[in-house]
């Protein structure tokens, strides 16, 4: 190997791994861009792991109510049937809902800054 050609490899190897650091960094910064918001609930109280099926989460209960607790990722408001509900620093929140008996829908509703949109539903049955 030339002199020249040591060269001209370091320098196609060095652009190279600039190349990927900068896809790398880009693809991390738009994390929350490609990712879109997200609702996770953690607990429902009575319950001892919310497991969805075909993305609704269900739930039998004998009391009245029953809280409602979770993290919403990457959100910018949430709410629970169109209520506003707070979330702290970190996301989580904790909602006390009443139950009626029979069948109850809740649903929990997230944009994100893009106007990207989440649904959670639970089906809640008080007996």
């Known amino acids: 190997m ?5 060269k001209r ?5 060095t652009i190279v791994i600039v190349v990927i650091i900068i896809i790398g960094y880009a693809y991390i910064g738009s994390h929350s861009l490609i990712s879109g ?3 996770v ?4 109280s009575g319950t001892v792991s919310p497991a ?7 739930g039998s209960f004998a009391t009245s109510t029953v809280t409602i607790a979770g993290v919403a ?6 709410s629970l049937n169109g209520s506003p509900i707070q979330i702290d620093e970190n996301g989580n ?19 994100d800054a893009f106007g990207h949109t ?3 539903e639970l089906d809640l049955n008080r007996e």
């Open 52 to 58: 969805p099926i075909k993305g609704v989460i269900y």
């Open 118 to 120: 989440t649904t959670v």
């Open 93 to 111: 929140f904790s909602q006390i809902i009443s139950l009626f008996p029979g069948f109850n829908a809740e649903t929990f509703f997230g944009k």
């Open 2 to 6: 030339t002199r020249e050609t040591t």
């Open 37 to 39: 918001p997200s609702i």
């Open 73 to 78: 990722k990457r959100i910018q408001s949430i």
């Open 9 to 13: 490899a370091l320098a196609i190897g």
């Open 41 to 44: 609930v953690t607990n429902i």
